[in-house]
């Protein structure tokens, strides 16, 4: 069974993105969304997008809608993955995205995953009850996937405590929506530049 969320604003704004229900799929909630793309501000025009965990797609698609020059979706669910390929190309963005339906800790490793970063924007959503959250954002910070002075957002349950930091990556700060969290880092000798807020 699907529904669909919309894309907030950019070049696609109002598109519908079709959503599996169930399965671990969580979309990022509106406000969610709205928050973390007036945070990350002028940073994503031109950026490279990475969505781990992506689901429906939104947090990259959205990315992409609002200038994003290229963004990779991961997803572990076939079904998901396959109507993620079919919106990409209903959206004519076939040249500019890549989708890998692949394990997370596979897909960390993955050739294509690699060679289209390094990412400026890194967000990963992994289901609020994936155990393995802090072995994923190691073994990220790990493979160099983000760009020097990039930024990993990852969201979680708001009574989940983040790490403190990962690897090199220090927090900056979180940010609280209802039951849902963002959390920023950003590389250690970048942590004094400030995110619009």
Not at 14 to 41: C, D, H, M, N, W
Not at 91 to 111: E, G, K, P, T
Request: net charge positive.
């Amino acid at each position: 069974m699907t529904s669909s969320i919309r894309i907030i604003t950019g070049l696609l704004k109002g598109r519908k993105i079709p959503t599996v229900q169930g399965q671990g799929i969580r979309p990022t909630s509106l406000r969610a969304r709205e928050a973390l793309f007036s945070i990350l501000g002028p940073i994503i025009p031109g950026a490279c997008i990475a969505d781990l965990f992506a689901g429906s797609g939104a947090i990259g698609l959205e990315a992409l809608s609002r200038g994003a020059a290229k963004a990779v979706f991961v997803e572990q669910n076939l079904e998901a993955g396959l109507i993620l390929q079919s919106t990409l190309a209903q959206f004519h963005l076939d040249a500019q995205s890549r989708v890998i339906v692949q394990d997370m800790a596979l897909a960390i490793q993955n050739q294509l995953l690699v060679g289209w970063g390094p990412f400026e924007v890194l967000y990963i959503d992994p289901p609020y009850r994936f155990e393995h959250s802090h072995q994923i954002l190691t073994q990220i910070e790990t493979a160099n996937l983000v760009a020097n002075n990039g930024h990993i957002i990852y969201e979680h349950f708001s009574k989940m405590t983040p790490p403190s930091s990962i690897g090199q990556w220090a927090f900056t700060r979180t940010a609280k929506y209802g039951d849902t969290a963002l959390t920023f880092y950003r590389p250690q000798s970048h942590t004094g530049v400030a995110l619009h807020v």
